[in-house]
């Protein structure tokens, strides 16, 4: 099969599409033939092998974090799938392998696809979905009536969390440049601060709960706006003890690794009397589905900003690298044509 495979570490020239074995099928595993992928700044850090400490990959290594299209199979122990069934997911993180004609993925990571979406769409929803919900409903708990903080609002994520906090039934407040200002009020956005002349100062120490997508001093503004008490989950910034006992599986050298690179934000954060989580995200075929249903209820729409054939993923990782996505970048399989 066609797939974009990283064969060295660093900048675009280590990774290439090329003919690349199919992917081997365990009892719990559904494989997929890949309609489209979505495409998201981590796949940069994979690329870059910025995510070598956590995840050891063996390369070379089909990139791609998720996708959206037919199944073709399923192994022993599926029990939700079957084959001609219509799903997205979110891979395992040690896994990967959207970037490619066909990906096989644990059952657990996968949902049926929301009807209301074509398979465009669908690849766009999983990760950056995925990671506003569990830091809105899950890690902040946001309730309705509260006044939320979203850093960030434009972007992949962003737009998933403005859609989100507000059906929890939250005040939203945003920030984005004039580029994406239309846009975030577009998805319910009660206010939006133009990140580009305005530094927060005008703001008390007004919000319930702020969600991080930018990190840097983009965070510290916001440790001084939060009420006493109330934390802030930022998935941009430094990795804290909690992301590797919550998000890593516990492992001990990593807790030390992230404690050690925390402490000035966390210091920071106890200085404002605010709570500071570093959130990495996780598959959940679970919380894929409830967002299926929010999508068909329409309560939360994609927002695609660019499409490119799957034949030029390179360029669109690169539109990805530039960082000024609005909403989120796809690649679509166009078989016959995407054989160079
Ligand atoms: N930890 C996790 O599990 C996890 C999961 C998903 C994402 N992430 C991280 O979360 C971050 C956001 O991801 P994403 O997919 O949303 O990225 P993205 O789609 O690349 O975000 C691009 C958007 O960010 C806006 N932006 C850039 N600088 C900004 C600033 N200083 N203030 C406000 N907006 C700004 C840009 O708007 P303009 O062009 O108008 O400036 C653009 O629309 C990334 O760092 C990503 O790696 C982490």
């Not at 994520?157 to 200002?181: C, D, M, N, P, Y």
């Not at 930018?214 to 934390?231: A, Q, S, V, W």
């Not at 989580?277 to 598959?283: A, G, K, S, V």
Request: glycine share 12%.
């Amino acid at each position: 099969m066609l797939a974009y495979v990283l064969t060295r570490y660093g900048g675009p020239e280590g990774s290439a599409l090329m003919e690349f074995p199919e992917p081997k099928l365990r009892p719990r595993d559904i494989l997929v033939n890949v309609r489209a992928a979505g495409l998201n700044p981590v796949d940069i850090g994979f690329r870059q092998g910025k995510l070598r400490p956590i995840y050891r990959l063996k390369l070379p290594q089909v990139l791609g974090n998720e996708f959206a299209g037919e199944v073709l199979a399923v192994g022993d122990e599926v029990t939700r799938f079957s084959a001609g069934d219509r799903v997205f997911a979110r891979t395992e993180k040690d896994r990967l392998g959207a970037f490619a004609e066909q990906a096989a993925v644990g059952e657990d990571c996968a949902a049926h696809m929301p009807s209301n979406m074509d398979f465009e769409e669908a690849a766009g929803v999983p990760l950056a979905a995925l990671t506003a919900l569990q830091a809105l409903r899950g890690e902040l708990g946001v309730k309705s009536g509260q006044r939320v903080f979203i850093s960030g609002g434009a972007g992949g994520v962003g737009t998933f969390a403005i859609q989100i906090a507000k059906w929890l039934g939250a005040h939203v407040t945003t920030t984005a440049s004039k580029r994406g200002e239309a846009l975030v009020r577009s998805l319910g956005a009660d206010e939006v601060i133009d990140y580009t002349s305005d530094d927060l100062s005008r703001f008390g120490k007004d919000f319930d709960a702020g969600f991080d997508l930018i990190g840097g001093e983009t965070l510290d503004r916001m440790f001084k706006i939060m009420k006493p008490g109330t934390r802030i989950v930022s998935v941009a910034a430094v990795p804290e003890p909690q992301t590797a006992r919550k998000d890593l599986g516990g492992r001990r050298i990593l807790a030390v690794a992230f404690w050690a690179i925390s402490y000035g934000v966390r210091q920071r954060a106890r200085r404002a009397g605010v709570g500071y989580r570093f959130l990495f995200m996780h598959p959940s075929g679970s919380d894929l589905a409830l967002l299926a249903d929010l999508i068909e209820q329409g309560h939360l729409r994609v927002i695609i900003d660019k499409t490119y054939p799957f034949a030029k993923v390179a360029e669109a990782l690169a539109y990805v690298e530039t960082g000024r996505a609005k909403g989120k970048v796809v690649v679509i399989q166009q078989i016959s044509s995407s054989r160079p």
